[in-house]
């Protein structure tokens, strides 16, 4: 299984916390409406079977043994992804927001970019986000639009398409703080320098439960993230070693 090249074209990795009332919908309409691509679930120290759920579904499953975050989970994920030879990978919510139907687009549009984001805002889908959580998103997306040379709505958005090159990057360095996870990993890419671009999609409710994630925190997130961001363009990045990130992959694969 473990090899140099790229054999497989692509990977959608799921994170997962307690989903499992949403968790088997979404790999059925991964597995119906983006056919090109493998389920991978990683099952995040659940303790409602969502693990069980998704393989019955037909995903594969990695269990970690205890809680590491959304951000543990897709360097988890993306690891994987690497090993097992995918040419891209797309990470895509267990709560059922993000349309299955979209992940082709996102994958196609890696033709000229490193990293896809699946973008509200840009013309398509409706999603109420109001008051200072918007003005926050806006900034940001101002902040990193300029970063990153083009323009880009939705950069919470957690639904993203990655091409190996980004994958390498992000096996390593993928923040775990809440919504750093989208947020800091586009400024990493930027430092990087990754080409990200994005492509219109409509968001959905979540089809159970509520966000793990209060509106006051991720209010709260946002400002300190708007700060943050603004610190991170003048603090020194480790420059040489993301540059090394690819050839310690290489060796790596190489063993
Ligand atoms: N692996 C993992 N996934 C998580 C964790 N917390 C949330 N998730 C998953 O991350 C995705 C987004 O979480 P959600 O609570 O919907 O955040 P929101 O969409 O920003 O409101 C969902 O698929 C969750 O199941 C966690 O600690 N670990
Ligand atoms: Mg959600």
Redesign the pocket.
Same mark, same amino acid.
Request: with cysteine; charged share 20%; proline share 4%.
């Given at each position: 299984m473990t090899g140099p090249g790229v054999q497989r074209s692509a990977l959608a990795i799921?994170? %997962?916390?307690?989903?499992r009332r =949403? &968790?088997g919908l &979404?790999v059925q309409s991964l597995l119906r409406d983006a056919p090109s691509v493998d389920v991978l679930v990683? *099952? *995040? /120290?659940s303790t409602d079977g !969502?693990g069980a759920v998704a393989a019955a579904a037909g995903a594969l499953v990695l269990t970690?043994p205890y809680?590491? /975050?959304?951000g543990? %989970?897709?360097r988890a994920g993306f690891k994987y992804a690497l090993r097992s030879g995918y040419a891209a990978a797309v990470q &895509? *919510? %267990? *709560?059922g $927001?993000h349309d299955a139907a979209a992940v082709p687009a996102l994958l196609s549009a890696l033709a000229s970019a490193d990293i896809v984001i699946g973008a509200r805002f840009a013309g398509e889908g409706e999603y109420a986000v109001t008051g200072m959580r918007r003005g926050a998103m806006r900034l940001l997306a101002a902040t990193l639009s300029r970063a990153l040379r083009t323009e880009l709505t939705d950069v !919470?958005s /957690?639904f993203r398409a990655c091409n190996r090159e980004a994958m390498t990057l992000f096996a390593r360095h993928y923040p775990v703080e809440?919504?750093g996870d989208t947020v800091e990993a586009l400024l990493i890419a930027s430092r990087a320098g990754l080409k990200v671009a994005q492509v219109p999609v409509v968001m959905k409710p979540?089809l159970h439960g !509520? =966000? !793990? $994630?209060g509106t006051l925190r =991720?209010t709260l997130y946002l400002g300190r993230a708007s700060i943050a961001l603004s610190l991170a363009f003048i603090r020194r990045w480790p420059h040489d070693e993301v540059a090394d990130v690819n050839s310690h992959e290489a060796r790596q694969e190489a063993r």
């Amino acid at each position: 299984m473990t090899g140099p090249g790229v054999q497989r074209s692509a990977l959608a990795i799921v994170p %997962a916390l307690n989903e499992r009332r =949403s &968790v088997g919908l &979404v790999v059925q309409s991964l597995l119906r409406d983006a056919p090109s691509v493998d389920v991978l679930v990683v *099952d *995040d /120290g659940s303790t409602d079977g !969502t693990g069980a759920v998704a393989a019955a579904a037909g995903a594969l499953v990695l269990t970690l043994p205890y809680n590491l /975050g959304v951000g543990g %989970a897709m360097r988890a994920g993306f690891k994987y992804a690497l090993r097992s030879g995918y040419a891209a990978a797309v990470q &895509v *919510d %267990a *709560d059922g $927001q993000h349309d299955a139907a979209a992940v082709p687009a996102l994958l196609s549009a890696l033709a000229s970019a490193d990293i896809v984001i699946g973008a509200r805002f840009a013309g398509e889908g409706e999603y109420a986000v109001t008051g200072m959580r918007r003005g926050a998103m806006r900034l940001l997306a101002a902040t990193l639009s300029r970063a990153l040379r083009t323009e880009l709505t939705d950069v !919470t958005s /957690g639904f993203r398409a990655c091409n190996r090159e980004a994958m390498t990057l992000f096996a390593r360095h993928y923040p775990v703080e809440y919504l750093g996870d989208t947020v800091e990993a586009l400024l990493i890419a930027s430092r990087a320098g990754l080409k990200v671009a994005q492509v219109p999609v409509v968001m959905k409710p979540r089809l159970h439960g !509520t =966000s !793990t $994630q209060g509106t006051l925190r =991720s209010t709260l997130y946002l400002g300190r993230a708007s700060i943050a961001l603004s610190l991170a363009f003048i603090r020194r990045w480790p420059h040489d070693e993301v540059a090394d990130v690819n050839s310690h992959e290489a060796r790596q694969e190489a063993r």
